[in-house]
């Protein structure tokens, strides 16, 4: 009868293989030089007691295909006991699983049958039967596909349907786990499978529940006038206290005078929450102030989740534009090395989420105008003035679907500027120069039609062009290439990857918890998923 129960286990990992891929995956190979000889560890299990094991507990049994896949890779060998009991390995998980748990304050990580065991794991010095031992080896298994599910793959929203392109990380849970049994190590950094700022954002969350607990968060009315350097003001000594307690500032005074301590921690928290860093505290900086605890706690949940969603860099050079920071940061040998102001488009014509190759840069570019722009607002202005056109350096190059294709000359006033950076993508989404650097002293950038206009293109052109020896790419020769009459296209020797994401909260390079709006409402709709579920 055993043997018919592993049999039918078999066809339904096969069943869902063939369902998930189209194709057999190919089988598993077994490790047979683990035997009760030359392994470390005397325990072995019985296939028959794995499948007996998933018929009892439905909750686990969804991990069926991982189970299989696991133990007879180890030739059905134990990972969580040896010969001498529970493993460092298996602490060094209940560890981090507990650690976790309290950190994101959900419980809904441990499984159902997990809790039985739970306290019984903490009496070492209590023996176990046969079948404990059997039952509890099969459970933490369980429960380390259950948590690696949650907190590494994330949730299964559609990501794509909430405006996320990115292709989402793939996780083996089987390859995960035996890297984690391979950890010599409590330090859970050594094997967890996510980006560095996962960690960095996950422990920032303790105070937020801390302050969230102490309840009565006052809610501040702005001052008519805002408040600068030597004012006095009844709402100061407030003030004081609430930066205090979010950590920008450190022991302060009660006083109501606006000092030089303030000042530097109202310009750190106005420097985290994307504000103009005046030092001036108006309105805009005490609506940031009055955001509560548990506001906080949700934005950082819900950017832990879209971190999880995140690929494996795997080429340490990189180009990372922060759609709701409005900055563009360039990272060689994983280390930044540049960054700069961007605009991104505008709440109605919303910069896609989404990775690409950066492959041409093109200097003094003509500006094939989409024909949205020309039906909306080429048209309405020719129609008005009829020289509009060659007033706007412009040309109509033929004719499509009843609409004139128009084009800007290369020149000073183009909308793409003198230069722009291409990485082919079926948005129409690339990285250009603009004529209207004024708009990059806004604290606020969502302004354009959905393309990333930087602040420094030069800059960045000589960065993508340092080590092509072909050509010597000197600060005369890029101005020279972006003011010709006709444009010049370049191909960069080796493609550099462009990720352009959407992160409403994270942790700088400094080790400073910094939040922004939520411009395109993403937050919003992630939100109404992930906390109904």
């Known amino acids: 009868m055993k043997y018919v129960r592993l049999l039918l286990l078999c066809l339904v990992v096969l069943v869902i293989n063939s369902c998930k891929h189209g194709k ?38 969804l991990f069926a295909e991982q189970y299989a896949d696991f133990y007879t890779s180890r030739n059905y060998q134990y990972a969580w006991f040896d010969s ?12 981090l699983l507990q650690t976790t748990v309290d950190n994101l304050k959900d419980s809904s990580l441990f499984s159902r049958p997990f809790l039985g065991i739970k306290d019984r794991l903490s009496k070492k010095d209590q023996p176990y039967s046969k079948q404990e031992l059997l039952n509890t080896e099969f459970l933490l298994t369980g429960q380390f596909f259950l948590f690696a599910t949650k907190v590494y793959k994330g949730s299964d929203i559609d990501a794509a349907a909430l405006g996320w392109f990115i292709p989402r990380k793939k996780t083996n849970l089987k390859e995960l786990l035996l890297t984690t049994l391979k950890a010599d190590s409590a330090n859970a950094e050594r094997y967890t499978p996510l ?5 960095q954002l996950q422990s920032t969350l303790g105070l937020y529940h801390n302050l969230s607990k102490q309840g009565n968060w006052e809610q501040f009315k702005a001052p008519s006038k805002s408040l600068k350097p030597g004012d006095t003001s009844l709402l100061i000594p407030s003030i004081k206290k609430r930066l205090q307690l979010l950590g920008d500032a450190t022991i302060m005074d009660s006083s109501n005078t606006y000092d030089s301590s303030l000042l530097l921690a109202v310009r750190s928290f106005q420097q985290r929450m994307g504000l103009g860093v005046d030092g001036s505290i108006g309105k805009k900086m005490m609506e940031e102030l009055n955001v509560l605890p548990s506001k906080r706690i949700e934005q950082i949940l819900l950017n832990l989740e879209r971190i999880r969603w995140m690929p494996k860099q795997t080429d340490s050079n990189y180009v990372l534009v922060n759609i709701p920071e409005f900055k563009l940061h360039v990272f060689d040998s994983g280390k930044q090395q540049l960054e700069m102001r961007v605009i991104v488009g505008s709440a109605a014509n919303s910069t896609v989420i989404f990775s690409g190759n950066l492959q041409y840069i093109v200097f003094s570019p003509y500006w094939n105008v989409p024909e949205s722009i020309v039906s909306k607002e080429i048209l309405p202005s020719m129609k008005r003035n009829p020289n509009y056109i060659a007033n706007k350096n412009m040309e109509i190059t033929g004719y499509s679907n009843g609409l004139p294709m128009v084009r800007q000359k290369p020149g000073a006033g183009n909308s793409l500027g003198l230069v722009k950076f291409l990485f082919p993508n079926s948005h129409s989404i690339y990285l250009h120069d603009t004529p209207n650097k004024d708009l990059f002293s806004e604290s606020s950038r969502s302004l354009s039609h959905g393309c990333i206009r930087l602040s420094e293109p030069k800059k960045f052109a000589q960065y993508l062009l340092r080590e092509d020896t072909a050509t010597i790419w000197k600060s005369k020769v ?39 709006k939520d411009i395109y409402k993403h937050d919003e709709k992630l939100a109404a998923k992930l906390f109904t579920r």
């Not at 190919?26 to 007996?52: A, C, G, R, W, Y």
């Not at 001498?84 to 560890?95: D, E, K, P, V």
């Not at 980006?195 to 960690?199: A, E, F, G, M």
């Not at 006709?486 to 939040?515: C, H, I, M, Q, R």
Request: net charge positive.
């Open 195 to 199: 980006n560095p700022q996962y960690q």
């Open 24 to 61: 057999v995956k190919p089988p598993v190979v077994k490790d047979t030089s683990i035997t009760k000889t030359t392994s470390f560890n005397e325990l072995f299990l019985d296939s028959s007691q794995m499948v007996n094991f998933l018929a009892a507990n439905k909750e686990l049994s």
């Open 84 to 95: 001498l009991g529970l493993t460092q390995q298996a602490t060094n998980f209940m560890n």
């Open 478 to 516: 890029i101005d020279s290439c972006m003011h010709l009459s006709t444009e010049k296209w370049v191909t960069l020797k080796k493609k550099v990857p462009v990720l352009l994401v959407y992160f409403t909260a994270w942790v700088d390079a400094n080790g400073k918890l910094n939040f922004r």
